[in-house]
């Protein structure tokens, strides 16, 4: 069975801004006070190696978890994930601020494929990602943490009861949990050690949740990051491949599977899929100046890469066979409906 107690873990902010620090320093001495709470501090999540203590740290704790980043949650779920710390969804109460009522509404798009999921056993405890982006006062924190800890420990006792009742004679053993007094069994790591800084990394993050196993970004990306286990799954092979700051393959997946959490771009770094009105999205767009439609944004973007590493531009003739001008038309994209949206506003 899973720890009784929670563990809480802080990822700072790779950019050291006051306003952030105050912020992570304010939850973490909350959070040191917090009866039944573990609370550890790491460097930015997206930047842990395997070799990393923080990231070893993280790779210990065998039960339920509470990771607080500045990344949306979907992105640090899955970057979680690929680095092998695993667990099912907790879902927060946290809105972001920019969220209003009217855009939770069901969007009159059809819902996206059903993806392939996480490869494997998923353990029984349940990681919950908070982004600190969402409020600026470390008591909206604290609060959900201690409601996240209030339904694990429920979880917890309900697993407890239905053990108990299918397996009685471990009540009168002391053992309701069917193991001895549990501990977490973790190596012990200082915060010093913990906290050393890594350097600054750029590689994609898949969403199993969305990805369909399309491998159209296989087939897109000319400088080796993908490949295919041995179940022929999408996986990024070589992360440190990828060039830094190009964010073209997230732009040609047909689910929004691909993430790159440091992107300037709130679509492209994880953020919920349609929690924003379109509209907005597309004004955005129009007014940033990306005027081009996804596909031929990303092959800009690609031979630009293509050319820095001394190579030959390649346009549109290489790796993307499903998106040939002669493809019967699809769902409009982002562009298509902002010009319509423009045209029905008179503009």
Same mark, same amino acid.
């Given at each position: ?82 680095? +092998?710390?695993? #667990?099912?969804? *907790?879902?927060?109460? &946290?809105?972001?601020? =920019?969220? !209003? ?122 400088? +080796?990051?993908? #490949?295919?286990? *041995?179940?022929?799954? &999408?996986?990024?092979? =070589?992360? !440190? ?107």
């Amino acid at each position: 069975m899973p720890r009784s107690r929670l563990t809480v873990v802080l990822s700072q902010s790779p950019s050291k801004h006051p306003a952030k620090r105050a912020l992570e320093e304010s939850i973490a001495a909350a959070m040191i006070m917090e009866p039944g709470i573990d609370m550890s501090v790491v460097p930015h999540l997206y930047d842990l190696d395997a070799q990393h203590t923080g990231r070893m740290f993280l790779e210990s704790v065998s039960g339920d978890m509470v990771v607080l980043s500045w990344l949306f949650p979907r992105a640090a779920f899955w970057l979680l994930d690929r680095d +092998g710390i695993r #667990g099912h969804f *907790g879902e927060t109460q &946290i809105k972001p601020p =920019n969220l !209003d009522e009217d855009e939770e509404e069901e969007s009159d798009e059809p819902p996206p494929a059903k993806g392939i999921g996480p490869a494997g056993e998923i353990p029984d405890r349940h990681i919950y990602c908070l982004n600190l982006n969402d409020a600026n006062k470390h008591e909206a924190f604290v609060e959900e943490i201690r409601r996240i800890a209030a339904e694990c420990k429920q979880r917890r006792e309900a697993k407890q009861a239905e053990l108990a009742r299918s397996n009685p004679t471990l009540v009168s053993l002391g053992l309701p949990n069917g193991v001895s007094a549990e501990t977490n069994g973790a190596p012990s790591f200082s915060q010093e050690q913990m906290l050393t800084a890594p350097g600054r990394r750029w590689y994609p993050v898949i969403d199993y949740s969305r990805c369909t196993n399309c491998l159209e970004c296989l087939d897109f990306c000319l400088f +080796g990051v993908y #490949g295919v286990d *041995g179940q022929e799954r &999408i996986l990024v092979e =070589n992360q !440190d491949s990828c060039k830094k700051g190009c964010p073209a393959c997230s732009r040609v997946c047909p689910e929004q599977a691909i993430m790159f959490p440091d992107y300037k771009s709130a679509a492209i770094a994880g953020a919920p899929v349609g929690a924003i009105g379109s509209l907005k999205i597309d004004l955005t767009k129009l007014f940033g100046g990306e005027l081009k439609d996804a596909v031929a944004q990303a092959v800009l973007e690609r031979d630009q890469e293509l050319v820095k590493d001394g190579r030959d531009a390649v346009g549109m003739s290489i790796g993307i066979p499903k998106r040939q001008p002669d493809k019967a038309a699809g769902p409009k994209d982002d562009l298509d409906k902002l010009v319509d949206d423009l045209e029905s506003l008179g503009l």
